[in-house]
């Protein structure tokens, strides 16, 4: 169902994504990749972090991004949600894996900020995924997110 995991190879492309990123943009400090992975015979995201950490994708861990512009690769701007049930809820629903994303990226004078920008929205299920997907995240790591 869900595709073969190498977490050192993901975590080498999340380092690599670190390492090369433009001189001139204020630089990202934490990197995760997003991945298919199968969770109560189920599909849904995996995520591997930048200590190469590998855990499943909740609604609580992307409460930390609904402020937050993420990088596709260190370069793309985009925010990243759910799909689905809003953020907030009870701890059940909050601990659910996320098994659909809307990712919107950002053309345009963004700097980190989305106004002034085009927001061009897209929505990504984790068996369309044919590989992982580094993100990254300027400033401090994501609250509740492991180091």
Same mark, same amino acid.
């Given at each position: 169902?869900?595709?073969?995991?190498?977490?050192?190879?993901?975590?080498?492309?999340?380092?690599?994504?670190?390492?090369?990123?433009?001189?001139?943009?204020?630089?990202?400090?934490?990197?995760?990749? #997003?991945?298919?992975?199968?969770?109560?015979?189920?599909?849904?995201?995996? =995520?591997?972090?930048?200590?190469?950490?590998?855990?499943?994708?909740?609604?609580?861990? #992307?409460?930390?991004?609904?402020?937050?512009?993420?990088? =596709?690769?260190?370069?793309?701007?985009?925010?990243?949600?759910?799909?689905?049930?809003?953020?907030?809820?009870?701890?059940?629903?909050?601990?659910?894996?996320?098994?659909? #994303?809307? =990712?919107?990226?950002?053309?345009?004078?963004?700097?980190?900020?989305?106004?002034?920008?085009?927001?061009?929205?897209?929505? #990504?299920?984790?068996?369309?995924?044919?590989?992982?997907?580094?993100?990254?995240?300027?400033?401090?790591?994501?609250?509740?997110?492991?180091?």
């Amino acid at each position: 169902m869900g595709q073969d995991l190498d977490v050192s190879e993901i975590h080498e492309a999340i380092t690599h994504a670190l390492e090369m990123q433009p001189e001139d943009t204020y630089r990202a400090t934490y990197g995760f990749a #997003l991945y298919p992975r199968e969770f109560d015979n189920r599909l849904v995201f995996g =995520i591997v972090t930048s200590s190469a950490e590998s855990m499943v994708l909740t609604r609580r861990l #992307l409460q930390a991004f609904e402020s937050r512009m993420a990088w =596709i690769y260190g370069r793309v701007p985009a925010a990243i949600e759910p799909v689905g049930n809003e953020l907030e809820g009870e701890d059940s629903t909050l601990d659910q894996p996320v098994e659909e #994303l809307r =990712i919107t990226t950002y053309i345009g004078p963004t700097q980190g900020k989305r106004r002034g920008a085009i927001g061009l929205p897209s929505f #990504l299920a984790p068996s369309a995924m044919t590989g992982p997907l580094v993100i990254l995240v300027r400033g401090q790591r994501p609250e509740g997110w492991p180091a």
